[in-house]
Each structure stands twice: as structure tokens, then as C-alpha cells.
């Protein structure tokens, strides 16, 4: 066995094998079935002699089931019309977001945007520095012209008040990174609180 081959397809089948199944579920008489279609996936890849000539492996791996399927129902003498109209399913599958995707990311953007927007000044030049464009606290100080003190008491004070919009607005799970740290009487975070 290739390490190299074991490792690509820890990468490129694992994460999508449960999608892989759920399609191929519906070309498949059984779950038996749907098993020995990943088992020969997995044993074809492993026959290999490398898999460095493979540019899209998502595409090259359900192409290959896609085939392994199609096989079997040439060799069943009897073939389900369903089964046959449901193959499209094991078309190589795009993850780009669809339209809905795209106008919900869209909405949350603005949304996003808009409570930032209503940060005040000081606060939302800072964060915009830090979070939208991803400057470091020392450039983010030197460009605004404050002390490195202020950008980071600025920063917490920003994802706190974010933080209490969001809650305001019924956003119950907060990412962890935008989880407001405490802030002490010298203007730091709390070291505990990271």
C-alpha cells in the first residue's frame, strides 16, 4: 500500500463519503449494495499506482462510482426505471454556493455590516481595521494614530457591543470568536477570559 495514496484518500473521500452514500442511496437496490460501491471506490484507488495525475478528486471519485454503478446495471438482467432516472444524482457535484446560498451570505454581510456600522467611531475604525482588513494592533495604532492600549480596549469594546446587538436581536449562538473578553480597570482583557 502507497502512504501517499491512504493519505490523498483521507483527504478527498472521507470528508464526503457520507454524501457519497446518501447519493448513491438512490441508484442502489440496498444498502449492501451502496457499501460495495465505497468498498470498490476505495479498493480502486488503493490498485493505483499514484494519484498525483487526479486534478479534481471529489470529480475523479464519484466519476468512479458513477461508473461502478453503471456496471452493475449492465450486468442485472432485470433494471429499475427509478433507479435509472435517479443516476444523474452521481454527477460530479459543484460546491460553489447556489443563488440561495449566495443571497443568503449576501443578506447576513449587511446585516453584519450594518451592527458594525453602528459602533461608535473610534470603536469602528478600529474594528474594521483589525477584523475587516486584518491589520496587526501595532499597524491598526500606528494608522489610526492611537496607542496600542487603545486599539485593544477599542476591540473588546467592539465585540462586546456587538456582542449585546446580537443578543438584542435573538442570535443565540455567538461564535467563540466573537465572544466579548472582560476588560479590567487598566483598559486589558483578562488573560483568563481567552
Keep these: 500500500m502507497n502512504q501517499d495514496t491512504i493519505n490523498w484518500l483521507t483527504v478527498h473521500l472521507l470528508p464526503f463519503e457520507a454524501e457519497l452514500r446518501l447519493r448513491l442511496r438512490r441508484v442502489c437496490a440496498s444498502a449492501a449494495d451502496v457499501d460495495d460501491v465505497i468498498q470498490e471506490v476505495y479498493c480502486k484507488v488503493m490498485q493505483m499506482d499514484g494519484?498525483?495525475?487526479?486534478?479534481?478528486?471529489?470529480?475523479?471519485?464519484?466519476?468512479?462510482a458513477r461508473?461502478?454503478?453503471t456496471d452493475r446495471l449492465r450486468r442485472d438482467a432485470v433494471v429499475d426505471i427509478?433507479?435509472?432516472?435517479n443516476l444523474g444524482d452521481l454527477e460530479v457535484w459543484d460546491d460553489s454556493?447556489?443563488?440561495?446560498?449566495?443571497?443568503?451570505?449576501?443578506?447576513?454581510?449587511?446585516w453584519v455590516m450594518g451592527l458594525i456600522?453602528?459602533?461608535?467611531?473610534?470603536?469602528?475604525?478600529?474594528?474594521?481595521?483589525?477584523r475587516i482588513y486584518g491589520l496587526s494592533q501595532k499597524e491598526?495604532?500606528?494608522?489610526?494614530?492611537?496607542?496600542?492600549?487603545a486599539v485593544e480596549y477599542e476591540s473588546t469594546k467592539g465585540m462586546e457591543l456587538i456582542s449585546e446587538m446580537m443578543k438584542k436581536q435573538g442570535?443565540?449562538?455567538?461564535?467563540?470568536?466573537?465572544?466579548?473578553?472582560?476588560?479590567?480597570r487598566?483598559?486589558?482583557?483578562?488573560?483568563?477570559d481567552r
Design 51 to 64: 494519484v498525483t495525475h487526479v486534478n479534481d478528486p471529489r470529480g475523479y471519485i464519484v466519476q468512479m
Design 67 to 69: 461508473n461502478l454503478v
Design 82 to 85: 427509478e433507479v435509472m432516472s
Design 97 to 110: 454556493p447556489g443563488p440561495e446560498q449566495t443571497a443568503f451570505g449576501r443578506a447576513e454581510l449587511r
Design 117 to 130: 456600522g453602528k459602533l461608535p467611531d473610534r470603536c469602528r475604525a478600529v474594528f474594521r481595521a483589525r
Design 140 to 149: 491598526t495604532a500606528d494608522s489610526l494614530g492611537v496607542t496600542e492600549k
Design 171 to 184: 442570535v443565540r449562538d455567538i461564535p467563540a470568536t466573537m465572544e466579548p473578553r472582560k476588560i479590567n
Design 186 to 192: 487598566a483598559g486589558k482583557a483578562n488573560v483568563s
